[in-house]
């Protein structure tokens, strides 16, 4: 569900002339790496950055560009991370985590 709602916002966009990154109706876009998301943050994988056997890993268990996910919580030394995807919850370690950038919306400041 989530992952059709953003292809519609993502071809909404492209047909009003605004591109990811840009404040539009959506909000503001930021791309930054998995590991620096918080708690409950939604996002959509755009780069898979780990190279080697764990960039292999990763992409297996799913984690591949375009995919939207959840951070739904972190041990309490902030390593492991669970993050939900798809129908089920994952926790990846913290440097696998930080192989991977997410867009995110960035929340708008009110004064």
Known sequence: MVFLFSLLRRRMAGSMGVTPG???????????????????????????????????RIREMGLVPDTPVQIQGRAPLRDPVAIKIRDFTLTLRSDEASGIWVEVDVPEHQS
């Open 22 to 56: 840009n404040k539009d109706t959506f909000g503001m876009k930021k791309v930054i790496k998995m590991r620096e998301m918080s708690d409950n943050q939604e996002g959509i994988i755009r780069k898979i950055s780990a190279t080697g056997d764990m960039g292999r």
